[in-house]
């Protein structure tokens, strides 16, 4: 192929990923993107479906969001809980939720800066503030009483229910983030239904945290798409780790309704993808990427998502339970024990069952003809 040739073909690769991104783009549209409690006062607001991507590498969480609604409203808030305070908030990258969801589809297919503030209000400390394209971003620290007066005070319509759920997420950890969503800075930007505004909150924690249990409030159904990135592949169980069984079809244990659907290496042709968006060179290669889908009545989802980091296992958690604290609940066997290599448990016992046949066959052999021949030796001698 000549160098002419070569080009041509990059340059209609590259195309045909952007077209295939932008349809993905315009078709989730409709859909809103994120992980948080939204608060709108006349409640014609609703949070349709959730994507988020959630990476943990050497002690740092890449937390990839992205906030849109459907419905009309001036005025929209929105509230995420944070178990420590960030490292950083920044534009997130533009194409890579499309782009993790077109990987998801063709795999199950194919197979069946801010500044920080010492400000505030009743108790309530500004940590850092800053505007992102049309959302107004300020992450406060604070017991969860005074977070809630801070919160009314700035126009959040707090119902009862989302009360109750901010006092228990406070309880583990006084950091939270609010998000207003500015109609005015949407109109001159030409954002219409909340067009979704990628977030990348970066945050060093010893483990990998998802909070699920806040797409419950003010809804019936939840449903959300989770990718995470993980250095290793993921399990549900200590067993399912030593005996290298993949958990692809499994509900994550203490999560009703988290399903993971797929899980493999990050292919060369999703990573170069993924790393050359925006504000996304910090992806890795060698890593695993596990896609889950949630899809569960509200009162179902009363858990968090942690996962440990040696071994990689899965498990919900009360939601409120801090990700800083240490728990190997779900260690069974010693560490010192060897684990097989993911997916190799169904080989190894093919392998086995073969030897096992070689071996028996052996033995009938020598039983009917090699037995014979010893006795007919024997006689001979005698």
């Known amino acids: 192929m000549s160098r002419r040739s070569r080009r041509r073909s990059r340059l209609w690769k590259g195309l045909l990923a952007v077209l295939v991104c932008s349809l993905l783009t315009f078709s989730q549209i409709e859909s809103a993107l994120a992980c948080g409690g939204l608060l709108a006062p006349n409640g014609s607001v609703r949070l349709q479906r959730a994507t988020t991507l959630v990476a943990w590498h050497a002690g740092i969480e890449y937390y990839l969001t992205s906030f849109a609604y459907q419905g009309d409203a001036s005025r929209l808030g929105w509230v995420v809980p944070l178990p420590t305070a960030p490292l950083s908030i920044q534009e997130g ?3 890579s939720l499309q782009r993790l ?4 589809q063709q795999r199950l297919i194919r197979g069946v800066e801010s500044q920080s503030a010492p400000l505030s209000a009743a108790g309530v400390q500004v940590v850092q503030k800053t505007q992102i394209e049309a959302l107004n971003i300020t992450v406060i620290k604070g017991s969860g009483t005074a977070v809630l007066d801070w919160a009314t005070q700035q126009g959040f319509l707090l119902d009862e229910e ?3 759920h901010l006092l228990v997420y406070a309880q583990a950890s006084p950091f939270f983030m609010a998000v207003q969503f500015d109609a005015a800075q949407a109109r001159q930007r030409g954002l219409t239904q909340g067009d979704g505004t990628p977030l990348l909150i970066t945050m060093r924690l010893p483990r990998l945290w998802v909070p699920l249990e806040v797409l419950a ?3 019936d159904t939840v449903n959300a798409d989770l990718f995470l990135l993980t250095d290793q592949p993921l399990y549900t169980s200590d067993w399912a780790y030593h005996l290298g069984l993949s958990p692809v079809g499994s509900e994550v244990p203490g999560a009703p309704g988290l399903q ?6 990050l292919n060369a042709s999703l990573y170069h993808d993924l790393v050359s968006d925006r504000h996304m060179s910090w992806v890795w290669p060698g890593s695993w990427l596990t896609y889950l889908s949630l899809s569960a009545p509200a009162s179902q989802v009363s ?3 942690q996962v440990t980091p040696q071994p990689g296992l899965l498990h919900g958690v009360p939601f409120g339970t801090p990700p800083l604290r240490s728990s190997q609940a779900n260690a069974a066997l010693p560490g010192w024990l060897p684990a097989l290599p993911v997916g190799s448990l169904p080989l190894l016992l093919e392998v086995s069952i073969f030897l096992l046949l070689v071996a028996a066959l052996f033995f009938w052999h ?13 006689q001979s001698r005698s």
């Open 260 to 265: 993971i659907l797929l899980q493999e290496p």
């Open 162 to 164: 989302t009360r109750a």
């Open 217 to 219: 409030v003010g809804t």
């Open 93 to 95: 990258g533009a194409w």
């Open 366 to 378: 020598h039983r009917t003809h090699g037995g014979g021949s010893l006795r007919r030796s024997f």
């Open 101 to 104: 969801a077109l990987e998801a």
């Open 303 to 305: 858990y968090d998502l």
